[in-house]
């Protein structure tokens, strides 16, 4: 699923700000993916890890400081501002927070029939039908039209943030966070949809979480993010049976599992998060980790495929010195969910 | 230590809006936590478990009208109690820990002079004194450098430290017998989750302290939690132990959150 | 489970109940101030049409004659009506204060939300030039400016618009700059509008509340400000019946006991000013975002 056949690539994309003092926080530090037609890559973080960074980055809502973002093979970073349209009737974005991502004052008819306005320019009786038909693929029915955002629930805000995405008929589609905002019960009902609209229109999914059960749901491929960089990259299964890099460990290790009896054995990053202002050249854990040896700080590891698909961007790991001090090396593996079930 | 500490009696109420109208939120919530036990309260949004919550403290919105029932604490019933009754019980028998941590202190002041504060109210003595048992109770949550941290304001520390001062101060400064938290870990890192849910757990068998876990991750609960009372719109849908509920759930709403919650398709 | 499977099941999701959308009630505040401004654009219009005397002529009465059935506000003391020169006067007054208040909200706004949604230079520059011009006090900033410029209405009006400008400015781009990283104003974007439509079309509305609220406000000040430059005898005629001007003319009779003359174009500005006021409370009620519409 690599080079060719990807409709989405990302390549060595950095991100500062500058920050008082002639300093700059690196919120992305070369961040390289690819993204298949009809698959699902999932990107996921912690606070600070860069992950939503990553998303606005690639549609253009912030201007990437360095490297390149290409649909089809083409780069898209150096079309004007004016030109991104067209980019947009590719790449479409869905929202984390439903209650912010609608124009409170725009009814939900407004609310889709103003892409299929600006985008692609249908006249009346097209877009009409058309949000009609949105609407409906949604799950919600034409009498939800007219109503405002704070007259509907918050799952039926966000399948109206899906269906606005879809409007346009995007090939690649980046979701931030779709149902971290949701309550429980409605998060797989979302999630399904979503899973449903992929299958149908063929569409590639740029899942951002920090919600890992979610994303094992719903993921074929996972980048992990730790500092603005991507410390490890694989298929979902293989990533969540078998992680290798000490801070997916770390991750994983620490989500709790909805079942009686599950017991887990943690693995631990001591500390907090270090800071991204001016950071050195050295692996992003030095300092948190239990692995760590003289040659992490040494410089930035990078990412290397070790086979099947995977890829760590730890010398340690790689050097096969992945014994850890104590307890076990794998998650337990819980009945939890599994795609295609 | 099996007796009940807080028994919660067919409480109802509503919200009153401005123009007078009654629109019930809660129906006959009726659930007790025993003395020791660490007890989750699980619910969506809207479930009314943080409404019950401040209404055992007092601290409940003032458009809310209770309609009937009882909040017993160790046999005395809460509602009836004057305010300076209610002042005399909160911190020093019923505490609480909120959701948003750094929002909860004020900052203006530093974190260390705040759990003075709350250490000269709740026990008198001299300024030095509370200082010194504000870093200590730092140190105690598992704050590296607690002097360095006590001088500090609540914008310089992260959500999960902040989250640590916090129960530092309702738990230990306060010494409570009973902890209510309200959502302490959502909005947090699933790494710092973990480490504050082990504090608590730390907290609640070693200080033998009653603990009431409000929370909608199911995760934490089947961790963490010895009793576990479901709410949904208002009502308690089923109570039992935590095992009863993970391993046999009665109620279909029961059944179905855990279901979403471990998105698995097709479940019962 | 599909989505339609799991419909309504867990949470109500497809609640299909009628959505309640309450009318704002009327407070008083607001009746009484939107009464009397109407009021006073009646008598303005009306003054077009039909006065009982004319307003500029003096010698109708023998000057100085006390309220009565021939002049029900008394005459000044050249002798021309009062009630006349009241009337004619809101046209001035109100005329003014109006088209100042639209102007400056127009061209305030406008600047204001370029400014708060590109930021940068821009930004940069407006703020700067607001708080030159807030550096001078409004009154004073008026009166040397229609004396650098010269007399005439168009003139006061566009120095009254001048005071008005930086305060619009100042709320309009602070509403715009904190809403522009809005998570509906990134899908604004992605559904192809334009940055400029983004912040008019997106954010302006949402915006609306404090600056509608500060109309009312400005329109106050702009109100008595107009007096004001007409009771000094700057920027208009001296026999225009213009409200401010009247007292001033009025000022001797008020020792000598013709207090009439100076009393009820006071009234009257009081009355406008009022009337501002009054409005301006009740529209905040209105557009605060916690009453949900």
Request: charged fraction near 20%.
């Amino acid at each position: 699923m690599r080079g060719d056949g990807a409709i989405l690539q990302v390549r060595g994309l950095r991100k500062n700000f500058p920050v008082d003092g002639g300093r700059h926080l690196v919120a992305v530090d070369g961040v390289s993916l690819d993204l298949a037609a009809g698959e699902t890559l999932a990107l996921v973080g912690e606070s600070g890890s860069g992950k939503s960074t990553v998303a606005r980055c690639i549609v253009r809502l912030i201007e990437p400081s360095g490297g390149d973002v290409m649909i089809d093979g083409k780069s898209i970073l150096p079309l004007e501002p004016r030109r991104l349209a067209g980019v947009y009737r590719r790449i479409q974005m869905v929202f984390q927070d439903p209650n912010a991502s609608l124009n409170p004052r725009m009814s939900v008819r407004q609310v889709l029939d103003e892409p299929l306005r600006l985008h692609l320019d249908l006249p009346r009786s097209e877009r009409t039908a058309r949000v009609r038909e949105l609407v409906e693929m949604v799950g919600l029915t034409s009498l939800h039209l007219d109503r405002y955002p704070h007259e509907l629930s918050g799952g039926q805000r966000q399948r109206v943030g899906i269906a606005r995405a879809m409007a346009v008929s995007p090939e690649i589609v980046i979701l931030d966070e779709p149902t971290s905002s949701l309550d429980v019960s409605v998060r797989g009902q979302i999630l399904d949809l979503l899973l449903d609209l992929q299958q149908r229109l063929n569409l590639a999914y740029l899942f951002i979480s920090h919600d890992l059960q979610v994303v094992r749901h719903v993921a074929d491929r996972v980048a992990v993010m730790y500092l603005g960089g991507i410390v490890e990259l694989g298929l979902t299964e293989r990533l969540f049976g078998a992680p290798q890099h000490p801070y997916t460990r770390a991750l994983l290790s620490a989500a709790p599992v909805a079942q009686w009896g599950v017991t887990r054995t943690r693995l631990r990053l001591v500390g907090e998060i270090t800071s991204p202002i001016d950071p050195p050249d050295a692996c992003r854990l030095v300092g948190r980790c239990p692995l760590a040896q003289p040659a992490c700080a040494a410089a930035k590891p990078a990412l290397i495929d070790i086979g099947h698909d995977h890829a760590v961007a730890c010398p340690v790991v790689i050097g096969g010195e992945a014994a850890l001090p104590s307890g076990d090396l794998q998650p337990p593996v819980a009945a939890a969910a599994t795609r295609g079930f | 230590m099996s007796g009940e500490l807080l028994e919660i009696e067919d409480y109802s109420g509503a919200f009153r809006s401005p123009t007078g109208e009654l629109t019930p939120v809660l129906h006959d919530v009726s659930y007790r936590l025993k003395e020791g036990a660490l007890t989750a309260v699980v619910g969506e949004t809207g479930s009314g478990k943080s409404l019950v919550a401040l209404s055992v403290l007092g601290i409940q919105p003032a458009s809310f009208v209770r309609r009937s029932g009882r909040i017993l604490f160790r046999g005395v019933d809460l509602l009836s109690l004057d305010e300076k009754a209610m002042r005399k019980i909160r911190g020093a028998e019923i505490s609480m820990v909120f959701q948003d941590a750094r929002a909860a202190l004020n900052p203006v002041f530093t974190v260390g002079r705040q759990l003075a504060d709350v250490y000269q109210l709740q026990h008198g003595g001299g300024r030095s004194a509370a200082m010194k048992q504000a870093i200590e109770a730092l140190r105690r949550v598992s704050i590296p450098e607690p002097a360095r941290r006590a001088r500090q304001y609540p914008h310089e520390f992260s959500g999960g430290m902040a989250q640590r001062a916090m129960i530092a101060m309702a738990a230990l400064i306060c010494e409570p017998s009973l902890l209510i938290l309200d959502e302490p870990t959502t909005g947090l890192d699933v790494t710092i989750q973990s480490d504050i849910m082990e504090l608590i757990t730390d907290l609640c068998r070693v200080g033998g302290l009653t603990t009431c876990l409000i929370t909608h991750d199911l995760g934490i609960v089947a961790e963490t939690c010895d009793e576990v009372v479901v709410m949904n719109a208002g009502r308690v849908v089923e109570t039992g132990s935590a095992q009863a509920i993970f391993t046999q759930p009665q109620d279909p709403y029961t059944r179905r959150l855990l279901a979403a919650s471990q998105l698995v398709e097709g479940a019962a | 489970m599909s989505p339609r499977d799991a419909v309504g099941e867990i949470s109500p999701e497809l609640g299909l109940a009628r959505p309640v959308r309450r009318r704002p009630k009327l407070s008083w505040s607001m009746r009484i101030g939107a009464g009397v401004l109407i009021f006073y654009v009646a008598v303005a219009l009306i003054s077009v049409v039909w006065t009982p005397y004319d307003p500029l002529t003096p010698g109708i009465g023998d000057g100085y004659d006390a309220p009565s059935w021939a002049f029900p506000l008394g005459t000044d003391r050249l002798g021309a009506d009062m009630l006349s020169r009241l009337m004619a006067g809101a046209r001035y007054n109100l005329g003014i204060t109006l088209t100042a208040v639209a102007i400056a909200f127009c061209v305030g706004t406008t600047i204001g939300v370029i400014a708060g949604y590109y930021g940068g230079a821009i930004d940069t520059v407006a703020l700067r030039a607001v708080e030159i011009f807030q550096a001078f006090p409004g009154l004073l900033f008026a009166m040397l400016v229609v004396q650098a410029v010269g007399a005439g209405i168009v003139n006061v009006i566009l120095v009254m618009s001048f005071v008005g400008i930086p305060d619009y400015l100042r709320l309009a781009r602070g509403e715009i700059h904190s809403r522009r990283s809005w998570q509906y104003a990134e899908a604004a974007r992605m559904v192809g509008n334009p940055p400029w439509r983004v912040a008019f079309r997106h954010l302006l509305p949402n915006s609306i509340g404090p600056l509608l609220a500060f109309t009312s406000i400005n329109a106050a000040f702009v109100a008595l400000i107009t007096a004001s430059l007409g009771f000094l005898g700057l920027g208009l005629g001296p026999n225009t019946p213009e409200w401010g001007n009247m007292i001033a003319r009025g000022q001797d009779g008020v020792m000598t006991g013709q207090w009439w003359v100076s009393f009820f174009p006071g009234l009257a500005i009081l009355g406008l000013t009022g009337a501002f006021y009054l409005l301006g409370d009740a529209i905040s009620d209105l557009t605060d975002p916690r009453r949900r519409r």
